[in-house]
């Protein structure tokens, strides 16, 4: 079988509270779900405006909050619990 973390990381997306009741807890990349719904509005309201039909890609920066299910190449686990925000 295959041993989590020592083998594989699991990561999850944005449901914090359930990464924390597993077993390993799970590490999770966490989204700016506010910042994501106001970059949208306004980028609809700007092609409303502007009378454009032409999209355009949007990067909204998201987070990993590292647990105990990551583990780093070679076997040594990360440090739990550690926010790590992608600049």
Request: no cysteine.
């Given at each position: 079988?295959?041993?989590i973390?020592?083998?594989?990381?699991?990561?999850?997306?944005?449901?914090?509270?359930?990464?924390?009741?597993?077993?390993p807890?799970?590490?999770?990349?966490?989204?700016?779900?506010?910042?994501?719904?106001?970059?949208?509005?306004?980028?609809?309201?700007?092609?409303?405006?502007?009378?454009?039909?032409?999209?355009?890609?949007t990067?909204?920066?998201?987070?990993?909050?590292?647990?105990?299910a990551?583990?780093?190449?070679?076997?040594?686990?990360t440090?739990?619990s550690?926010?790590?925000?992608?600049?």
């Amino acid at each position: 079988g295959i041993k989590i973390p020592e083998m594989l990381s699991i990561i999850g997306f944005d449901n914090e509270i359930l990464a924390n009741v597993t077993q390993p807890r799970l590490s999770v990349v966490l989204q700016p779900l506010q910042k994501i719904g106001y970059t949208a509005a306004d980028l609809v309201l700007r092609r409303i405006q502007e009378k454009s039909s032409a999209g355009n890609d949007t990067l909204v920066q998201g987070r990993l909050h590292i647990l105990e299910a990551m583990v780093k190449p070679g076997g040594t686990i990360t440090a739990p619990s550690v926010y790590r925000q992608n600049k």
